[in-house]
């Protein structure tokens, strides 16, 4: 299996829109309410029960038809808009209660700013001038602008709130949160900026959306708006979620999970990242209580529970009589009342049981485990997207939830106690308007860390020198050797005096913030056994004094068997990375301290954080494979970094592998075939996913991560009549996949369609004779070209991508990263634009020339690729 760049799944961020029923007027913090969904008139309603409604001054103003402040958006549904010009239309609504430094607001709006709008202090929300269009006096105001957040006292802004300017035509949600004396940003969710006020407001300000009534441009802004609220609370992050999605409480934030835990009741590191629910006991916590965890990714949900239960009991044909863990989910959060149906589930977990029970459930490719703890017991549960809802997740989704658990103590068919974790009592496992409820988070977005603080950066593809452009080359000592690296090449140190050594450089006695990363692969017999004691990175020596600085190692004076980040502070510090490491397998380790505190990462995620202070200087050389006290590394060694700055989590990510979907809007397809069921996801976005249609199979060892094993005249149905026709290539195209086929003495077809005047539109195969087809037709039938090019090698991985371009008249087979063939087409035309008569993968419309073998990332572009992008998908770019 090859290695990759993990690239995160690039989710579509989904708009929610705001109810407008009396729910939420209910809640007593809610001082102010704009839907702005009323779609004609001259108010803005306040919908909060305050009564502040909004008088909208020139209705005309604004960006709908004939002027018209309303505008039906495809995305909000009715809004309200704002020229931006002298004069434009503004609404004039209430007013905000005096800012003092104790008291606390939110304001939460959604915004479209038109690309007409130039100026960046224009009132989004918020004033300039007091009621009668004039200064207040003392100077003051309060507004939120396309560039920042102005907090303005006696003519003052040093306590503004800048942020990112804000981009046209897209809808965001803005969220400005005020507790006590600290100012929070909030964009789509996600905190982007914070700081503090110094200066209390002497007067209740007036509050307007779009502009001012000073009848000027200066201060009018252009775009849309909808649904305003005004909190006079600080809202939680939760909270601030909730807002954004239009609903009164959210429950808790399910994070998304780089990498999948192992199903195997073991707490994998990136259990770490996610956040802790409980289960309230109803007494002694040590005979009923707990606590639970829930990740997602594109494919699964993953819950692991913990349990604290002193009496462990199953011996009831109802798990539910026994120690049980009931877990409940509610597909699209819908609240349903009883009984349960459609994507509303009970399943049950009974201690020491292997079936699964519960009420509604479905179990394909359902996975549990549990293991027996000191203090109770603990269950880890992966459950399928498809299988619990029929359809894969999008950031911000939501979702019901809820998690209870059944306590037994002697035995029987009667349960001695029911606990919970958002319901109150047992009359909520058959009523989904009982469960908590759950946002999916957007995947995190790798960073790249740059230049910006790197002291040394050491690839250790042959040598040790430095790349970071800095002068502090290494020595290599011993026989260290080159070796196969993480990224390119590394070296291998063999444990008996092989070590790099970096004379001692002022840039490298850092005593304040710093980070470390380095990749690493253990090679001895028990890396982590008492005794072991080896070190693959130190800034130490043993002959100096003071005789060293920081450490990355294991054992000698470390309380944990695990790899660790130690420093030479007052007191000493240690983080770990929380985890044993697999022998022979390459693993990403870093740590980052930002002068209070020490945070250590695996594999891109944080493992453990400790308070952390100054470090000591130490007149000590770098030594990357040793200790500095002869505990020398066994093993291989690469990407060794050193910053004096403390890097984010972002940055840590992308130093990892991990990098941000590459968002082309020309994939209309993608098939990554890591999971393989009855429906194969396009993972593009668009949905065009592939149905099973005969013997079509996951397979473990495909050439990236999991493939497909087509056998038997297996195959793929697109739905090719229904297939949008944005996504059905005309003027460019690339066909891209991994293959490795069987010598079946027959054609293979890696893709067929055929368009409503029976054109047989595309025929990439590998031919029987050991060649590569690349075929297009226009509509008529008529050949555009046929290429026959580059080898086919049975039973092995090959990479083929054939490309069209009408513009340049060009046609071209790559096999394996490599041009096998380049012709110009004699009358460049369309590709026939319908797939009427069906599209398929894996064989053609007629059932002939089956694909036999394995498949791999599959992608269907509409447009050529460049060879430089070919190369680059090949390797997960």
């Given amino acids: 299996m090859r ?13 929610g829109l705001a109810s407008a029923g009396g729910a939420e007027a209910a809640d007593p913090h809610l001082v102010g309410w704009w839907p702005l969904s009323e779609g004609s008139g001259e108010t803005a309603f306040d919908l909060s029960g305050r009564g502040d409604d909004g008088t909208i001054n020139n209705p005309n103003g604004g960006l709908g038809l004939d002027g018209s402040v309303w505008v039906d958006d495809p995305v909000r549904g009715a809004v309200i808009s704002f020229e931006g010009m002298a004069t434009s239309a503004f609404v004039r609504a209430g007013n905000i209660p005096q800012m003092t430094l104790s008291n606390d607001f939110t304001w939460a709006f959604w915004a479209k700013q038109d690309a007409t709008n130039t100026l960046d202090n224009d009132i989004i929300l918020g004033n300039r001038y007091n009621e009668n269009g004039v200064d207040f006096v003392p100077r003051q105001f309060i507004k939120f602008t396309p560039t920042k957040f102005e907090w303005h006292m006696n003519g003052n802004g040093d306590d503004n709130l800048e942020y990112d300017d804000i981009p046209n035509d897209v809808w965001l949600h803005h969220v400005v949160v005020k507790a006590a004396d600290q100012l929070t940003y909030y964009r789509n969710g996600v905190e982007s900026s914070s700081g503090a006020i110094t200066q209390a407001l002497d007067f209740p300000q007036p509050l307007y959306f779009g502009g001012d009534n000073t009848g000027t441009a200066t201060e009018n802004w252009g775009g849309m708006m909808s649904d305003v609220r005004i909190y006079d609370t600080a809202l939680t992050r939760l909270g601030v979620l909730a807002a954004m999605v239009g609903i009164g409480q959210i429950d808790m934030e399910i994070g998304y999970a780089l990498e999948p835990p192992a199903i195997d009741g073991q707490v994998d590191s990136i259990w770490a990242s996610a956040s802790t629910q409980y289960l309230v006991p109803e007494g002694d916590p040590a005979d009923a209580s707990g606590s639970w965890k829930a990740l997602y990714d594109s494919e699964n949900l993953y819950v692991i529970v913990e349990i604290t239960d002193d009496i462990l009991v199953g011996d009831s044909a109802s798990f539910w009589q026994d120690d049980s863990v009931e877990f409940y989910f509610d597909g699209g959060n819908t609240k349903d009342g009883p009984p349960l149906s459609g994507h509303n589930r009970q399943y049950t977990f009974g201690w020491s049981r292997d079936e699964i029970q519960g009420t509604n459930i479905q179990l394909e490719g359902v996975e549990h485990a549990q293991v ?42 009667s349960r001695e106690g029911q606990i919970f974790t958002f319901a109150t009592d047992g009359s909520a496992w058959n009523d989904a308007s009982q469960w908590g409820t759950a946002i999916l988070a957007a995947p995190p977005t790798p960073v790249d860390p740059g230049t910006d603080g790197l002291v040394a950066y050491y690839p250790l593809d042959a040598d040790a020198t430095d790349a970071s452009g800095n002068g502090l080359d290494g020595i290599v000592m011993g026989d260290t050797q080159p070796t196969d690296g993480a990224a390119g090449g590394a070296m291998l140190f063999d ?20 980070s470390l990363s380095l990749w690493i692969r253990p090679d001895a017999e028990d890396p982590e056994g008492q005794g072991t004691e080896t070190a693959p990175m130190a800034k130490a020596g043993s002959a100096a004094s003071p005789p060293w600085s920081w450490q990355v190692r294991y054992g000698w004076g470390s309380p944990k068997p695990y790899m660790a980040f130690t420093f030479n502070t007052s007191p000493r510090a240690w983080a770990y990375v929380g985890q044993n490491l697999e022998q022979g397998e390459w693993h990403h380790i870093a740590c980052s301290a930002d002068g209070e505190t020490l945070t250590a990462y695996l594999n891109g995620l944080a ?19 040793s200790d500095g006290w002869s505990s020398d590394w066994i093993g291989a060694i690469d990407e060794v970094a050193v910053y004096n700055r403390a890097l984010s989590a972002e940055e840590m990510l992308y130093l990892a592998g991990f990098r941000a979907a590459a968002e082309d809007p020309s994939l209309s397809i993608y098939y990554s075939f890591d999971e393989v069921g009855e429906i194969v996801p396009d993972e593009s976005g668009n949905g065009n996913d592939g149905t099973v249609v005969g013997d079509v199979t996951g397979a473990a060892e495909g050439a990236v991560n999991g493939g497909a094993k087509f056998a038997n005249g297996g195959y793929l149905d697109l739905d090719g009549p229904n297939v949008a026709a944005e996504f059905i290539p005309t003027s460019g195209m690339t066909l891209a996949a991994w293959m490795r086929c069987e010598n079946t003495g027959d054609h293979h077809a890696l893709f067929n369609a055929r368009a409503s005047d029976q054109t047989w539109v595309v025929h990439p195969e590998a031919r029987s004779n050991g060649e590569f087809r690349w075929l297009l037709r226009s509509y008529g039938g008529a050949t555009l070209f046929d290429v026959r090019a580059g080898v086919v090698t049975w039973d092995e991985w090959l990479h083929f991508a054939g490309t069209y371009d009408k513009a340049s008249g060009k046609a071209a087979v790559c096999v394996n990263g490599v041009l096998a063939s380049e012709v110009d087409v004699a009358a460049p035309a369309d590709i026939a634009g319908d797939w009427a008569m069906g599209a398929r993968v894996g064989k053609n419309i007629d059932d002939a020339r089956p694909f036999t073998g394995l498949m791999d990332e599959f992608r269907l572009y509409t447009r050529a690729l460049s060879l430089d992008e070919i190369v680059d998908m090949m390797a997960g770019l």
């Fill in 607 to 625: 493992t453990e954080s400790t308070p952390m202070g100054a470090i000591t200087s130490s007149p000590t050389p770098l030594l990357i494979g």
């Fill in 3 to 15: 290695k990759k760049l993990t690239y995160l799944a690039s989710f579509i961020l989904v708009l």
């Fill in 372 to 413: 027996t703890t000191d203090t109770g017991w603990r269950l880890e549960i992966k459950l399928p997207w498809l299988t619990l809802q029929g359809t894969a997740p999008q950031a911000n989704d939501l979702i019901g939830i809820d998690l209870f658990y059944n306590d037994d103590d002697d035995g029987g068919d």
């Fill in 495 to 514: 444990g008996d005096g092989d070590y790099i050594e970096v004379a001692h450089d002022a840039a490298l006695d850092i005593t304040g913030p710093i």
